[in-house]
């Protein structure tokens, strides 16, 4: 479901999400209402999803990669297991055992 520009945001920061075409797991950290990217990132996108949805930061587990993801791209974690990632500490305070609690420390995008 594609949802309009300026609804709340389906997941928030420290909920862990799946992307469901290339099927890892990630924690969000944080989100935009609509997509923040540039035109010229945007167009190197291979998927392009409506840019008038939210979009997230999403730590990558098991990696150090961060991406910037569609909602539409996005469910619910099922695994619900902690995630591995060198910037958690950056931006969480620590697991409750189905999320991430998230800190005071703003994410300024990369």
Known sequence: MIRLANTEP???PGELVRHLRY?????????????EASNEWYSRNRTQPDQQQPWYHVLVDESAGVTYVAESNLEADSVGAEITHPLLDDFFEGYSGDGYLRNDRPWHGW
């Open 10 to 12: 389906k997941f928030a």
């Open 23 to 35: 099927g890892y797991r990630g924690v969000v950290v944080a989100a935009d209402r609509r997509c």
